[in-house]
């Protein structure tokens, strides 16, 4: 699988929001703090994401290679950050390619190195409107925002199932709903999440920054998927990063998953990135 492509078909390199400036946007989004129990290893060469066991599950690897940009050989830069990945007591090490990596024979280089396509994603986005997001999800959905102990408490019990993850403890979950509310109070972060019945379902956040708006963590329990649940906390998430002044909604998806269903509501895809995942032992 070559991660080193673009997609031109649906790519607008003209207007407010270019390719371009798409991944400008995005890059700058990427660069921004996380929460301080992430491990953010960045040089001027390549950077580094550790995540803490409690996040890890079967799509969202420990230890991940999220940009590299380097003229040194790739074998050095290579040993290099597997001394990092290895002193965190890992042994497997996911890096992700895309047409922003260079050296362009990064990826052939992760293939003779062992690494194996794990994982890939498009970067999609959908410029925001007054006049969409307006169709009524069916009459079993119900979408609400989350602001409060239940509501976050529904949402992150689908995280947990659906994502594979370990039960949050009590510290957890207080520890999230104060950055909730702080987030809620800024209008900064938002999180819905969808109800079948009683039964919570889906949910998916997005994050405001100026113009752009991020969509991130969407995910539906499998007994509730070609529902409509998806796509009902999407339109939550577009209508509220329009009220909140965001022009364009830019987000990461799998081309065989969401990236299917956002294109049907006018995403656009804008490159590829695939992640190799090589062993170190």
């Given at each position: 699988?070559?991660?080193n492509?673009?997609y031109t078909?649906t790519?607008?390199e003209s207007?407010p929001?270019?390719?371009?400036r798409?991944?400008d946007?995005?890059a700058?989004?990427?660069?921004a703090t996380l929460?301080?129990d992430?491990?953010d290893?960045r040089?001027?060469e390549?950077?580094?994401?550790r995540?803490?066991?409690r996040?890890?599950?079967?799509?969202l690897?420990?230890a991940?290679?999220?940009r590299?940009?380097?003229?040194r050989?790739?074998d050095?830069?290579?040993?290099e950050i597997?001394g990092?990945?290895k002193g965190?007591?890992l042994d497997?090490l996911?890096?992700?390619v895309?047409?922003?990596?260079?050296?362009?024979?990064?990826e052939a280089?992760?293939v003779?190195?062992?690494?194996?396509v794990?994982?890939?994603?498009?970067?999609?986005a959908?410029e925001?409107y007054d006049?969409d997001?307006?169709?009524?999800?069916?009459?079993?959905?119900?979408?609400e925002?989350?602001r409060?102990?239940r509501t976050?408490?529904?949402a992150?019990?689908?995280e947990t199932?659906?994502w594979?993850?370990s039960?949050?403890?009590?510290?957890?979950?207080?520890?999230r709903l104060?950055?909730t509310l702080?987030?809620?109070?800024?209008?900064?972060e938002?999180?819905?999440?969808a109800?079948?019945?009683?039964q919570p379902a889906?949910?998916?956040c997005?994050?405001?920054?100026?113009?752009?708006g991020?969509l991130?963590?969407?995910?539906t329990?499998r007994e509730?998927r070609s529902r409509?649940?998806?796509?009902?906390v999407?339109s939550?998430r577009?209508?509220?990063?329009r009220?909140c002044?965001a022009?364009?909604?830019i987000?990461r998806?799998?081309?065989?998953t969401?990236?299917?269903l956002?294109?049907?509501?006018?995403?656009s895809?804008?490159?590829l990135?695939?992640?190799?995942r090589?062993?170190l032992?």
């Open positions: 699988m070559t991660a492509r673009r078909s790519v607008r207007g929001w270019s390719t371009q798409i991944l946007a995005l700058s989004l990427d660069e929460g301080v992430v491990i290893v040089t001027a390549y950077r580094i994401l995540y803490p066991e996040f890890v599950s079967p799509t690897p420990a991940q290679v999220i590299s940009h380097t003229s050989s790739l050095t830069v290579f040993d597997a990092q990945v965190w007591g497997v996911h890096w992700w895309s047409s922003a990596t260079r050296p362009l024979q990064t280089f992760l003779a190195r062992g690494g194996v794990s994982d890939s994603h498009q970067i999609v959908r925001l006049d997001f307006d169709r009524a999800p069916s009459a079993l959905i119900n979408v925002l989350v409060d102990e976050l408490r529904d992150m019990a689908v199932e659906g594979g993850r039960r949050p403890d009590e510290d957890a979950i207080a520890l104060s950055e702080d987030n809620f109070e800024t209008s900064s938002f999180q819905f999440v109800y079948v019945g009683a889906s949910t998916g997005c994050k405001i920054n100026g113009e752009v991020r991130y963590g969407a995910v329990l509730f409509g649940c998806y796509l009902a999407l939550s577009l209508r509220q990063l009220d002044g022009t364009i909604a987000t998806a799998r081309p065989l969401s990236g299917r956002l294109m049907k509501v006018g995403f895809a804008h490159d990135a695939s992640c190799y090589v062993s032992s």
